[in-house]
């Protein structure tokens, strides 16, 4: 069974950057799609990016394109989410998520998620 562990986040200012991880555990990751999802206060869940089998299919929300880079080193068993030019908006819980195969935007087609790392991004 695949379980992930997201690390990375942080306090920023505004115009910063982070770089977030996704840990991996578990033989069949390379079998995974991954997703970036986030939660702001008040807010529902949105997708974010993702990241394909091969790690060359990425998608984005509009929000965050040309900003946002999501990658996946496969020796690491990890995928990252490279996040510049932050702005207070950006501020949330990001979570990674995982599921077979095909890499969709929809959450709630994710069935194996991370604990969560804080992103605040002050003005």
């Known amino acids: 069974q695949v379980q992930l562990v997201e690390s990375g986040g942080g306090l920023v200012q505004a115009g910063g950057s982070l770089r977030l991880s996704c840990a991996a555990s578990?033989?069949?990751?390379?079998?995974?799609?991954v997703g970036w999802f986030r939660r702001a206060p008040g807010k529902e869940r949105e997708f974010v990016a993702l990241v394909g089998l091969s790690g060359g299919n990425t998608r984005y929300t509009d929000s965050v394109k040309d900003r946002f880079t999501a990658s996946r080193d496969f020796a690491k068993k990890t995928v990252y989410l490279q996040m510049n030019s932050l702005k207070p908006e950006d501020t949330a819980v990001y979570y990674c998520a995982a599921r077979p195969l095909e890499a969709v935007p929809e959450g709630a087609h994710y069935t194996i998620w991370g604990q969560g790392t804080q992103v605040t991004v002050s003005s």
């Open positions: 578990g033989r069949t990751f390379r079998n995974y799609a």
